[in-house]
């Protein structure tokens, strides 16, 4: 419903341009670091040990977030300054490093630059639109050659079934995202990459193998 108003008001409503432009503005930082660190990334970054780290920093970080008091200057999403957008893009830049959580990292920098938790969640899923789609349209040209047309029901039956699962959680996600603490989302996040790290270490799994 909402993506509907913004298009239809773009034209001769100040507020529904006002929430795109901001969009625009807070997808900025990932588009351009994205571009810049694609090939980084994808060459030293994707790997279990790094991914556990990123799990077990992330998770303590949020908890230390989680403790401190943040009084919240914007109630709605169509309360944000631009800059405030751009704040929340840099923020959402962060989960480019593998590991660390795209809505995650966006709500909780929301919070942490003047939003309302609800305000934060609602902007991190709508921000979700255009990064999602420019990241799998690049990582699909940048990993052209790798595709083949027998891949192609692998991903039908894959996008089927998020497009399903999606319409059945999110709606239960964001109201208990937007009212709750995300103090039991770091504890699994740092019992998960301890697990995985001590695997390696003991090892009982080795993260090294293809």
């Not at 571009?35 to 990334?41: A, C, E, F």
């Not at 403790?67 to 989960?95: C, I, M, N």
Request: no cysteine; net charge positive.
């Amino acid at each position: 419903k909402r993506i509907g108003n913004v298009a239809l008001g773009l034209r001769s409503d100040p507020v529904q341009r006002r929430f795109a432009l901001h969009l625009i503005i807070a997808f900025l930082p990932a588009a351009v670091l994205g571009v810049l660190l694609y090939s980084t990334i994808k060459t030293y970054l994707f790997n279990p040990i790094t991914v556990a780290s990123a799990l077990i920093a992330g998770g303590l970080l949020i908890l230390y977030i989680e403790k401190r008091a943040y009084h919240p200057r914007f109630e709605t999403v169509d309360e944000l300054s631009w800059h405030t957008a751009l704040k929340v893009g840099f923020a959402q830049s962060v989960a480019m490093f593998p590991g660390v959580s795209r809505a995650g990292a966006t709500i909780i920098g929301g919070v942490i630059f003047g939003l309302s938790r609800k305000a934060a969640t609602e902007f991190s899923f709508f921000l979700a639109i255009p990064t999602m789609l420019a990241a799998t349209v690049y990582d699909v040209y940048k990993s052209w050659g790798l595709l083949h047309m027998e891949d192609l029901p692998v991903f039908a039956v894959g996008f089927v079934a998020s497009f399903i699962a999606a319409m059945l959680t999110v709606k239960a996600l964001l109201r208990f995202v937007s009212n709750h603490s995300f103090v039991p989302f770091a504890w699994y996040r740092i019992v998960f990459g301890v697990a995985v790290l001590a695997s390696a270490y003991f090892g009982i799994v080795d993260w090294t193998l293809p």
